[in-house]
């Protein structure tokens, strides 16, 4: 019923109509109180729930209150910086659950979250496949007065439809062949805290009906029992679909839809806040190195330069698996070698470490973060390469003459034009006899 009131507030704008209707229900309570000359436990136990019911909703509709009126005092704010913003929010102390990073639409996301999480105001997030919406639940559940209750994830596209009222809501013994003893359902697992409802826009539209009674009523009914049993859990939902399309389409109910997504998160995929993946790479690799119990690995410039411009499809989620692959299967130093075949870039020449060094060059040219060591081998390998260019060009391709004027001994040279990829046919001169070129 709360839910009701503030989602017809929410779509109509206007506090009244919520407070009227709360006001209503205090009444109803009150004469009812008022006119009973007596009243048994079972009925004082009745009363006292909606009279409980009541101040929850009232505590919601302040703090929604208050949500509204940070927000609409968000223009007259200064702009502050990502770097302040993120520094405001750990000065309020905020808790950051390990989400990094300092884009400007994820910071949007946290101060969302900061405002949402000690409301019972159920959340709506949303983004691609591995882009934070579990992480960010639990940003919430952890700022909230819930922290220290469980936080409860189910994965609504994992349960089979048949079990699906059964693992929401618990079962009686006998309820169905299979059901040997009585059992609790996640709600009731997520008393007192959170129940984070993961892919919700897998939910079919069978138990979008049930999850809707619940909201309603907050109580549940284990399958095959006859009583209700109240819950008290708070709503965080999490879709990679858009429910509001789901919803015109007729796949996902409306009502649902907007009583889920009273406040809603949208994060963004990594390829919009690329900005990130520096500081998301360094902290992955200590991670992975610190998990898998070795030394950070190194990388050879042509993989760092990749994984810092690849376009991460799968997220944050992607980047991840991909550090840690790298870190397990990578000895001292890793390469393009090293990552999956379907995502590997195709060798620039026959020489990977000499398309390592281009790749890193233009990294230094582009301004992209590399170590200081990375940097300065990328323009030691650079300057090399170049040398051996000019003076391939000079001598027209003759290997044994550049050695010769370069006093440098001719096996060590040629293996400098193979570490390079350079191939001194390419510098012949076209006027050259082709048995002057075979001395090489
Ligand atoms: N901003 C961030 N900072 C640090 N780690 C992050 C951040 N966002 C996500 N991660 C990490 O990335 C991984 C994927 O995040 P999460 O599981 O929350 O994504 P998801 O959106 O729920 O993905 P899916 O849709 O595939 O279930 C997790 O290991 C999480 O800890
Ligand atoms: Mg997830």
């Given at each position: 019923m709360a839910m009701k009131i503030l989602d017809q507030e929410v779509q109509q704008g206007s506090s009244a109509l919520s407070y009227a209707g709360l006001l209503e229900k205090i009444e109803i309570l009150r004469s009812r109180l008022r006119w009973a000359s007596k009243l048994d436990r079972p009925e004082i136990e009745k009363l006292l729930r909606q009279a409980n019911g009541l101040r929850d909703e009232v505590m919601q509709l302040s703090h929604k209150e208050r949500f509204v009126q940070a927000a609409s005092g968000e223009g007259v704010k200064v702009v502050q910086s990502p770097g302040e913003r993120r520094r405001a929010l750990l000065a309020r102390?905020?808790?950051?659950?390990?989400t990094f990073g300092d884009n400007p639409r994820l910071l949007d996301a946290l101060e969302v979250a900061e405002k949402a999480a000690p409301t019972d105001l159920p959340v709506l997030i949303d983004g691609?496949?591995?882009?934070g919406k579990e992480l960010m639940a639990k940003v919430i559940h952890a700022n909230g007065s819930r922290a220290d209750k469980p936080f409860i994830s189910v994965n609504c596209g994992a349960i089979p439809e048949n079990l699906l009222e059964s693992e929401l809501f618990g079962h009686k013994k006998g309820a169905f062949t299979g059901a040997a003893n009585d059992r609790k359902g996640k709600f009731e697992s997520a008393h007192h805290g959170t129940i984070f409802l993961d892919e919700i826009g897998e939910l079919p539209l069978t138990g979008q009906v049930k999850l809707l009674r619940v909201l309603q009523s907050q109580e549940i009914q284990r399958v095959g029992a006859d009583e209700a049993i109240a819950v008290d859990t708070r709503i965080v939902a999490a879709t990679n679909k858009n429910l509001r399309k789901l919803s015109e389409q007729g796949l996902f109910r409306e009502d649902l839809f907007y009583r889920l997504s009273v406040i809603h998160v949208s994060l963004p995929p990594l390829r919009e806040r690329k900005d990130e993946i520096p500081l998301l790479f360094s902290y992955f690799c200590d991670e992975a190195a610190e998990a898998l119990k070795r030394r950070p690995v190194k990388m050879t410039p042509r993989l760092r330069d990749f994984l810092l411009n690849y376009a991460y499809p799968g997220n944050i989620r992607e980047l991840r698996n991909l550090i840690y692959r790298i870190t397990c299967l990578a000895g001292d130093t890793a390469g393009?070698?090293?990552?999956p075949v379907d995502i590997r870039p195709r060798p620039q020449s026959s020489n990977e470490s000499a398309a390592d060094s281009t790749a890193a060059a233009a990294a230094i040219i582009a301004g992209a973060a590399i170590s200081l060591s990375d940097a300065k081998r990328a323009a030691s390998d650079e300057a090399e390469r170049a040398f051996l260019e000019r003076g391939l060009r000079e001598v027209g391709g003759t290997v044994s003459e550049l050695a010769r004027r370069c006093d440098m001994n001719r096996s060590h040279l040629q293996m400098l034009l193979k570490k390079h990829g350079i191939h001194s046919k390419d510098f012949r001169?076209?006027?050259?006899p082709p048995h002057e070129g075979n001395r090489v």
């Open positions: 102390s905020f808790v950051f659950e390990g691609e496949s591995g882009t393009i070698e090293h990552l001169r076209r006027d050259v």
